[in-house]
């Protein structure tokens, strides 16, 4: 006779307790989906303002391989944002700074992964802390920043499942949350054309966050580790970079503002 297991039935504490946390989470993601443009410059004001780099573990080689790794995360980063913008446009950027969708999209780089963008911006994250190379830039920052996602998705996905109902529970099904599925690349891209004009026009102000966080950090970081006098020796070369990545988004200013990259 097969022996009956006790099934403890969950206490009313139990089960209030599961609804007001996903509720509280629900509004921490809507509160920050209203302020989520302001992340990246908030994350790089901290990292800079608040923490300081070291060589970590003590080696000058791991150290610049981590920075170089970080550089190479958050371009892959950008890259992932570029693609998804790309290849389809979607209104859940939001309208009026809230949480909207006209329509359940499916295509393009959202046929690989639910949430593309929020990838693409933890991907940026994560690389710009590594660059930076501060251990509580990786204690706080980083995982502030998960939270601060995975808030802003548990939002996304009530709106979207009392919006689009059981087309937007098959989806869930078939495509996962955060990890792209590779499986569905082929779906994903077929017929699909990339518009880089759309890119550039929604991104150009990402693209040139990325690239002055990639120039000034390293220099950030030399103060720190080497002193002023090094960092003058490297502060032309950084004010050249600089100086090509303002003329960049100053081009790009201008043909969007022109109309040329509608």
């Avoid at 529970?169 to 880089?196: D, T």
Wanted: hydrophobic share 45%; aromatic share 12%; charged share 15%.
């Amino acid at each position: 006779m097969t022996p009956v297991m006790a099934v403890e039935e969950p206490s009313a504490h139990s089960s209030a307790c599961g609804p007001w946390l996903h509720r509280m989470n629900v509004a921490i993601g809507n509160f920050f989906f209203h302020y989520r443009n302001a992340f990246f410059p908030l994350v790089i004001v901290f990292v800079t303002l608040c923490t300081r780099p070291k060589v970590l573990w003590g080696d000058p080689a791991t150290d610049r391989l981590l920075t170089g790794l970080g550089a190479v995360v958050a371009l892959l980063g950008q890259g992932v944002r570029l693609a998804t913008i790309g290849f389809e446009y979607i209104e859940r950027g939001g309208k009026n700074k809230r949480v909207y969708a006209s329509r359940l999209v499916h295509g393009g780089v959202y046929a690989l992964t639910r949430n593309p963008m929020y990838l693409g911006n933890i991907l940026i994250a994560t690389g710009i802390i590594m660059v930076a190379g501060a251990p509580l830039a990786y204690g706080l920052v980083l995982p502030f920043f998960i939270f601060v996602y995975q808030a802003i998705t548990s939002a996304e996905e009530t709106y979207l499942r009392q919006h689009f109902e059981r087309d937007y529970e098959e989806y869930c099904a078939q495509v996962n949350r955060f990890l792209p599925s590779l499986r569905n690349v082929r779906r994903a891209f077929s017929g699909s054309r990339y518009n880089w004009k759309r890119a550039l026009r929604q991104d150009l102000s990402t693209i040139a966050g990325l690239l002055s966080g990639l120039v000034l950090l390293p220099l950030w970081r030399m103060v720190f580790l080497h002193g002023w006098d090094a960092a003058w020796v490297e502060a032309p070369r950084t004010i050249a970079l600089e100086t090509g990545v303002g003329l960049l988004y100053a081009a790009g200013y201008f043909l969007k503002k022109s109309g040329r990259l509608t």
